[in-house]
Structure formats: C-alpha cells, structure tokens
C-alpha cells in the first residue's frame, strides 16, 4: 500500500517542488532585482514569493527566480524544480561554488546573476555577454555548445545528435530509429513490453511490502 502512495504522490511533489524554492526565501520579489523587472516587462505574469509565472500556459511555465539575499551557503535542494526559468538571480549571498551540473537542464535560462567571485556557470564561452557590476556578475545569451567551433569533450555516438543541456552542458539525443546503449539498437523502443516490465515489478514490489507489513502487525 505504501508503494502505491508513493507512486500516486510522485507528479503532485514534482509539482510542489517547483513552488518550494519560490519560498526559499520569507521575503517576496524584490521590486528593482532584475527577476522583478524581466518579470513586469512581461503581460500576463503573476508573483508568488520570489518566483513570477507565466500563467494561462499548460503547464504554468516558472519565468523568473529571485534568490538574492537570501544568505545561501549552497543552491537550495528545490533548484532543479525551476529549470524553465529564464532569469535567475543569485547576487548577495555567501556561495563559495557552483558545482559542475547545478544548472543541468536549465536550456531557457538567458539571464543569470552571480556573486563577482563564482564566475558564470561553463565559462563566458557558454554566454554571449558577460559584464561585471560593482559585486555582481551578469551571464546573459545562454549559447548552444552544440554550435561552438571547439571539439566537445565528449563526441555524441554515430546514431545520435547533440543538443543544449543547461549552460556548456550537452547530452546526446539518438536519432530515430535507433535507441539504446550509445543508439546501438535500430527499430522502436519496446514500450509496451518496458510499461509491462515495469508494473509488474512495482506490482510485486508492492505486494510484497504489504504482505510484511501484515506480518509484522500480526505478530504479538
């Protein structure tokens, strides 16, 4: 039974989770920062902590996120969850790095703020624009680092193409009709015969977690 609520309550956290970091923050959207002014250049976007949102969308794409002064030691947990937002502001806290992948998946994202000392995340090449005001660092124009005239360091498959993961950051997408480890297998991907894998083990799974719990309540 346990299984089952898990998996029942899956979409609704991921939903959540983009909402949670809009209240990483107990103060709202700072009038002035620049989420605020990307947010009011734009019709038909409603605040909501330190988030703005496009609304009337399906899904409600988040836009912009405003961290700054909120005395961050590390990127909240929640971060992931706002990877539709275009601009993000991370100014005026103590953040001692960016780890590598801290903004995988981030492919909207055209303006970022950062303290002076991190650096724009996959160097100024992966910007079109990088300026510096007062403590504050300005990434603007993500690029596609499929397009760059380097070699990439790590050269998609025969069978796939490459495209834009988030700042620098690439992954390998195989082409149709081929799937698989490094797009090795040609012909469609077996859904039905993965769906049915899939539910009969999470079946098992949860049967068997039932069947324990039974146990364990029946014994004195």
């Known amino acids: 039974m346990g299984a089952f609520l898990i998996i029942l309550l899956l979409p609704l956290a991921c939903t959540v ?4 970091v809009c209240r990483s ?5 700072r009038n002035g920062s620049v989420v605020a002014q ?4 734009r019709p038909g976007t409603e605040r909501e902590g330190r988030c703005c949102w496009e609304r009337g969308t399906h899904p409600e794409r988040l836009l912009g996120l405003d961290l700054s002064n909120c005395s961050l030691q ?3 947990p929640g971060l992931a969850e706002a990877f539709s937002v275009a601009v993000l502001d ?8 960016l780890p590598n992948g801290s903004f995988l998946g981030f492919t909207l994202l055209q303006l970022l703020a ?3 000392p991190l650096g724009c995340p996959g160097g100024n090449n992966a910007w079109e624009k990088v300026t510096t005001s007062g403590s504050t660092q300005l990434c603007q124009g993500q690029r596609n680092s499929c397009n760059s005239s380097g070699e990439p360091a790590w050269p998609c498959p025969e069978n796939a193409a490459c495209a834009p993961d988030g700042p620098g950051l690439v992954q390998c997408l195989c082409n149709s009709p081929f799937h698989g480890y ?3 297998r040609e012909g469609a991907f077996p859904g039905l015969l993965f769906c049915g894998v899939l539910g009969a083990t999470t079946l098992s799974l949860a049967f068997l977690l039932w069947g324990t719990q039974r146990r364990k309540a029946k014994a004195p």
């Open 90 to 97: 991370l100014t005026e806290n103590p953040l001692m790095t």
């Open 114 to 116: 950062v303290p002076l």
């Open 17 to 20: 989770g983009g909402a949670a």
């Open 74 to 76: 590390n990127l909240p």
């Open 38 to 41: 990307y947010c009011a250049s």
């Open 25 to 29: 923050c107990p103060e709202p959207l």
């Open 182 to 184: 490094k797009c090795l």
